[in-house]
């Protein structure tokens, strides 16, 4: 994994570039909103999948990513193999398709899928149960002082179902995120992956309860 800072030839647009996956990934923020603008968050989780694919191999896995901001983490979860459905609120989704298309074209075995998606708003008939089964949820920074933590909850509790897994990393900074966590572990079995004090980030992996989750995990 490495992070460079590329200012570009053309135009006064500026990105950031990484590697990951053996493969430079050319990533547009957007400094006017806040979800596209990629955060510390989002370098931990993708680096976590790309370090810990004997465990988490998300080939052929139907993936999630909630909150997908610049869109790191659908990239690099294309990159190795899923199948992705990448949402965000529809003033993101602009700069989130942008990048990943520039990112996955002609790289990946499947084509990430860009959707709206008001967390709260709509769910389940934009992703029915009946069709619409995800192997893994990913997010990266979604919890933090904004208004909507009770419409992110029923969002993890409606796609979470049996079998399904979290992959949530996220940044302590006040107490509405601490509370969050107290009250996602009410609905889901929670374990810590990663801690990583000097970036107030931790890194979860997540359950239903009384799902077969962990067991699958660990027959991978």
């Keep these: 994994m490495s992070r460079q ?3 570009s030839a053309i135009g006064p647009e500026t990105w950031e570039g ?4 053996d493969q430079e990934i050319r990533i547009k923020e957007s400094t006017d909103l806040y979800g596209a603008v990629l955060w510390p968050s ?5 680096h976590f999948l790309e370090t810990n694919q004997d465990k988490y191999n998300l ?8 909150g997908a901001g610049t869109g790191l983490v659908t ?3 294309s990159l ?8 965000d609120l529809p003033d993101v989704l602009g700069n989130l398709q942008y990048n990943v298309t520039r990112n996955t074209k002609g790289r990946c075995k499947y084509i990430p899928l860009v959707m709206e998606l008001i967390w709260g708003q709509n769910v ?3 992703f029915p149960r009946a069709t619409h089964r995800f192997d893994y949820i990913l997010a990266a920074d979604v919890v933090y002082a904004h208004p909507y933590l009770n419409e992110l909850m029923e969002t993890f509790d409606y796609l979470c179902q049996d079998g399904t897994q979290i992959l949530w990393a996220m940044r302590f900074r006040l107490d509405p995120e601490n509370s969050f966590v107290g009250r996602f572990q009410q609905r889901f079995h929670l374990e810590e992956l990663y801690n990583l004090p000097s970036l107030s980030i931790k890194l979860y992996r997540a359950w239903r309860k009384d799902s077969r989750a962990k067991d699958q995990t660990e027959a991978v």
């Design 5 to 7: 800072f590329h200012p």
């Design 42 to 46: 989002a370098m931990v989780l993708c």
């Design 80 to 87: 190795l193999g899923a199948k992705v459905t990448s949402t």
């Design 59 to 66: 080939a052929h896995k139907n993936v999630i990513e909630l």
């Design 124 to 126: 389940a008939e934009r």
């Design 18 to 21: 990484y590697i990951f996956s």
């Design 75 to 77: 990239i690099v979860s």
